[in-house]
């Protein structure tokens, strides 16, 4: 099949049906239809990783490449901080070993000292506390108790390690709620309903209100912001997440719909004015208060796919012109003076004058009989309407170059989107609304916390002790 070319043969029969007159109308729109029909199941055919959207783990027979060879001693790196075991100052047990003397020759022996070996174990266990408030009764019959902790408001209860553990387990390592519920009942001894679970993503939902308030207006004052949606099943119905994101804060937001209504009612890019990294969604285009980057990985992806699929050489030129394009700003430190932004501009525009050449705009649709034009727009393939975005958004697309803060991918969002997806192949979808708030409220935090360098473990626990991770107190300090 791979021989056989595709897109020359179609073109030949659509130039001779078009130059036919004797055939019926009927038979050239049935054969006009599965040309088309060929075209669209063999084009989805040749689709991967490299050349649309679909991920990696998709690809049919997908190989891993090798790594190159290096000269580097197997192990750890000089300057490689290790993780092997180091023996500890202070051990939860020590045991004595004492030598059996009837077992020595005879004679008299002192002891002169001990030789010390440590085994690190882990001991996963239910531990529970009991509280037992004093009573005091006066002469008169009165009784006084005393007061429990804050918090401990039950005759029992789930502590708040307890509360951050299963956290931990459903919202970031992705664990579905049964499989979570065995974990505690039979490693824990700790048997826990699901519906527990789901109350425990609701109380870190509740309990990171203020962290919710916070974040968007960060990122909302800031100078660069990744945006990015994606689809998302819940019940069984198509719903999106959208994400605005930095290298420093995450946040995630459920809504029914993809485009500007979503986007304005989560009210972060419609009052933001600095760079918006975006994929060209055309409902990003609505806010002009801010300066447009376009991710040049989805470019590249669809220049692949024209010059595969297509056969369009101007798309290839282009590919490897972005790829140079990048590798020099990198060497430059992130920016290109005007002079040397020039030239890569003037090789820019002579690809496209090329590729409007090979692949040009389809002809001005022609006056009927009764001097009519037909209505609506002219198809353009899919390579054509790459080349006039390339074209008519130049500025957004080479925005790299000139701009230090401005980035040659959207992969920060991307990235910050990723365990949504996984979460979504591992458990197929969400059954509620409260269920995907949650969801992306925390992920929201998790993501952030890691990206200041906190664990997910230590800000899971913090939040359900009612305390803050430093950097998000400062914030939460100066808003007061």
Same mark, same amino acid.
């Given at each position: 099949?791979?021989?056989?070319?595709?897109? =020359?043969?179609?073109?030949?029969?659509?130039?001779?049906?078009?130059?036919?007159?004797?055939?019926?109308?009927?038979?050239?729109?049935?054969?006009?239809?599965?040309?088309?029909?060929?075209?669209?199941?063999?084009?989805?055919?040749?689709?991967?990783?490299?050349?649309?959207?679909?991920?990696?783990?998709?690809?049919?027979?997908?190989?891993?490449?090798?790594?190159?060879?290096?000269?580097?001693?197997?192990?750890?790196?000089?300057?490689?901080?290790?993780?092997?075991?180091?023996?500890?100052?202070?051990?939860?047990?020590?045991?004595?070993?004492?030598?059996?003397?009837?077992?020595?020759?005879?004679?008299?022996?002192?002891?002169?000292?001990?030789?010390?070996?440590?085994?690190?174990?882990? /001991?996963?266990?239910?531990?529970?506390?009991?509280? /037992?408030?004093?009573?005091?009764?006066?002469?008169?019959?009165?009784?006084?108790?005393?007061?429990?902790?804050?918090?401990?408001?039950?005759?029992?209860?789930?502590?708040?390690?307890?509360?951050?553990?299963?956290?931990?387990?459903?919202? +970031?390592?992705?664990?579905? +709620?049964?499989?979570?519920?065995?974990?505690?009942?039979?490693?824990?001894?700790?048997?826990?309903?699901?519906?527990?679970?789901?109350?425990?993503?609701?109380?870190?939902?509740?309990?990171?209100?203020?962290?919710?308030?916070?974040?968007?207006?960060?990122?909302?004052?800031?100078?660069?912001?990744?945006?990015?949606?994606?689809?998302?099943?819940?019940?069984?119905?198509?719903?999106?997440?959208?994400?605005?994101?930095?290298?420093?804060?995450?946040?995630?937001?459920?809504?029914?719909?993809?485009?500007?209504?979503?986007?304005?009612?989560?009210?972060?890019?419609?009052?933001?004015?600095?760079?918006?990294?975006?994929?060209?969604?055309?409902?990003?285009?609505?806010?002009?208060?801010?300066?447009?980057?376009?991710?040049?990985?989805?470019?590249?992806?669809?220049?692949?796919?024209?010059?595969?699929?297509?056969?369009?050489?101007?798309?290839?030129?282009?590919?490897?012109?972005?790829?140079?394009?990048?590798?020099?700003?990198?060497?430059?430190?992130?920016?290109?003076?005007? =002079?040397?932004?020039?030239?890569?501009?003037?090789?820019?525009?002579?690809?496209?004058?090329?590729?409007?050449?090979?692949?040009?705009?389809?002809?001005?649709?022609?006056?009927?009989?009764?001097?009519?034009?037909?209505?609506?727009?002219?198809?353009?393939?899919?390579?054509?309407?790459?080349?006039?975005?390339?074209?008519?958004?130049?500025?957004?697309?080479?925005?790299?170059?000139?701009?230090?803060?401005?980035?040659?991918?959207?992969?920060?969002?991307?990235?910050?989107?990723?365990?949504?997806?996984?979460?979504?192949?591992?458990?197929?979808?969400?059954?509620?609304?409260?269920?995907?708030?949650? +969801?992306?409220?925390?992920?929201? +935090?998790?993501?952030?916390?890691?990206?200041?360098?906190?664990?997910?473990?230590?800000?899971?626990?913090?939040?359900?002790?009612?305390?803050?991770?430093?950097?998000?107190?400062? =914030?939460?300090?100066?808003?007061?």
């Amino acid at each position: 099949m791979d021989s056989i070319e595709i897109n =020359k043969t179609i073109a030949e029969t659509e130039r001779l049906l078009a130059k036919s007159k004797r055939l019926p109308p009927e038979l050239v729109a049935m054969v006009r239809m599965l040309m088309l029909v060929v075209k669209i199941l063999l084009d989805s055919k040749g689709l991967n990783s490299k050349n649309s959207s679909i991920p990696p783990s998709a690809d049919p027979n997908r190989e891993k490449k090798s790594r190159a060879k290096s000269n580097k001693n197997p192990g750890g790196q000089p300057g490689h901080k290790g993780s092997n075991l180091s023996p500890v100052k202070d051990p939860d047990e020590v045991l004595d070993i004492t030598i059996d003397r009837s077992q020595l020759p005879k004679g008299k022996y002192r002891v002169v000292g001990s030789e010390s070996r440590q085994v690190v174990d882990v /001991r996963i266990t239910r531990y529970v506390t009991e509280y /037992r408030a004093q009573i005091l009764q006066d002469e008169q019959g009165n009784q006084f108790v005393a007061e429990f902790p804050q918090g401990v408001t039950r005759p029992i209860q789930y502590g708040n390690e307890f509360k951050a553990n299963a956290v931990y387990m459903s919202s +970031y390592q992705l664990i579905p +709620y049964e499989r979570t519920q065995k974990h505690f009942a039979e490693i824990l001894d700790a048997p826990i309903s699901t519906g527990s679970l789901a109350n425990f993503n609701q109380e870190a939902f509740h309990r990171l209100k203020p962290f919710a308030q916070l974040v968007p207006a960060i990122l909302r004052a800031g100078d660069l912001i990744h945006a990015d949606e994606t689809g998302v099943n819940i019940n069984g119905k198509r719903k999106w997440l959208h994400v605005a994101s930095n290298d420093r804060w995450t946040w995630i937001e459920a809504h029914e719909s993809r485009g500007i209504e979503a986007m304005e009612a989560i009210d972060i890019l419609p009052k933001f004015t600095g760079l918006l990294v975006h994929d060209h969604w055309k409902s990003y285009y609505r806010f002009v208060l801010c300066l447009h980057v376009l991710c040049n990985a989805h470019h590249v992806r669809e220049l692949a796919r024209a010059h595969e699929q297509d056969g369009q050489q101007w798309a290839k030129a282009m590919e490897d012109l972005l790829y140079e394009m990048n590798t020099a700003v990198n060497e430059a430190g992130g920016e290109l003076d005007e =002079k040397q932004c020039q030239k890569w501009v003037k090789r820019y525009r002579k690809i496209l004058k090329a590729g409007d050449r090979e692949c040009p705009a389809p002809e001005p649709k022609k006056a009927d009989k009764k001097g009519q034009l037909k209505r609506g727009k002219l198809a353009r393939s899919k390579s054509r309407n790459l080349l006039e975005r390339l074209r008519d958004f130049e500025a957004d697309v080479l925005r790299f170059m000139s701009n230090t803060r401005a980035p040659f991918t959207n992969n920060q969002g991307e990235r910050d989107f990723r365990m949504s997806k996984v979460q979504q192949k591992i458990s197929g979808c969400f059954r509620s609304w409260d269920g995907v708030k949650a +969801y992306c409220r925390i992920r929201s +935090y998790i993501s952030t916390c890691q990206k200041h360098g906190v664990g997910v473990g230590e800000a899971l626990s913090l939040l359900f002790a009612g305390k803050w991770p430093d950097f998000i107190q400062k =914030k939460l300090d100066r808003l007061v």
